[in-house]
């Protein structure tokens, strides 16, 4: 039997309780009951199993320690970008090279009023993760009279709570995150984000991923990740389809990997004695199986040059990175109505050929 006083308070236990100094260097995750109130529950240790990590991770990884070791205060950073691109796998490192020196780390994965205070009282250094942070805290809707879930945090970001502690929060979509947060280097000094693998790191990866039996199969899936986007889920998912004796093309009919018509491009038509027409983030259902009609204008407003194409008459270009069409597959035509001096100026150029390019994320980071 063991008794424990908290003040003047007694509870008794059984011989299998631990008492600690310190929280030892593994993994917690926070619960609640109603009775007893706020407690740290066993986390499985965060384990890392790829045997080859893409990308600088590593290296990001280590400034962040660097600098919670040189901070006098609280660390923040937040890792932001859509699903299955490496949030998780950078907090997974994150996480186990923490342990390495010692801090344990605490996982939150729900909002429940009063977490701040109890995090806040942990008095020593501490890795906090809130993972989808967007969901658990963001989607929350408080209480009539509460404080929302979100803003009851600012406090405990601010760096005046007891212990220094790095708190990393992953989140799919940062327009749900408080306008406190976002620019706010004080809270969250760091702010990584994570975007689609370059042609050139997937077509590293199918390299490592696929058997060698299987690398015809390596430009046609680069080729088509140019036209969708494809995070390191979904090549793993047709990596194992491949390896498995499927064909790239039958493997991404059943693939959960579907087509949402939701694509843009950037469209460009080249000429051989003029400067390039632009038609700008235009949607395309890139695996239609219908003509595509799409007008550039001579200038801002008036579209005068009109070019149908089908898609399965373009071709990846690894050089410019985007689809290519040559130009005796367009179909051209012109607005006869418009000023008949601009018409027989454009029908004077001499089309060489037409580029599809995906357009991108934008950059939310700004270049110097």
Known sequence: MKAIKIGTKVEIYNDTV?????????????RFEKMTGFYLDEYADIQVKEDKIYGDHMVKVQKVLRAYDRFERNLGVILSGCKGIGKSMFAKLLSVEAAKINIPIIVVDQYIPGIASYLEAIDQSIMVLFDEFDKTFGDVRPSEGEIEPQAALLSLFDGISQGKKLFVI?????????????????????HFRFGYPSADEIRRYLCDKLGKAHYQEIEPIVAFSRRVDLNYDCLRAIVFEINSGESFRSAIEDLNIVNL??????????????????????????????????????????????????????????KNNCAVITAEKLKITYDEDYDEEQVRKIKGLIIDHLEIQKVREKNLHYAV
């Open 170 to 190: 992953t989140c799919n979509d940062i327009r749900k995150l408080n306008d406190f947060f976002i620019n706010r280097p004080g809270r969250f000094h760091y």
């Open 18 to 30: 631990m008492t600690y100094d310190e929280l030892p260097a593994r993994s917690y995750i926070v």
């Open 261 to 318: 018509s939701q694509e843009h491009y950037d469209l460009t038509i080249f000429f051989e004695n003029g400067s390039p027409m632009y038609v700008r983030n235009r949607n395309i259902d890139f695996f239609n199986d219908e003509e595509i009609s799409i007008c550039f204008a001579a200038d801002d407003y008036n579209e005068i040059l009109t070019v149908k194409f089908w898609i399965e008459d373009s071709e990846y270009n690894v």
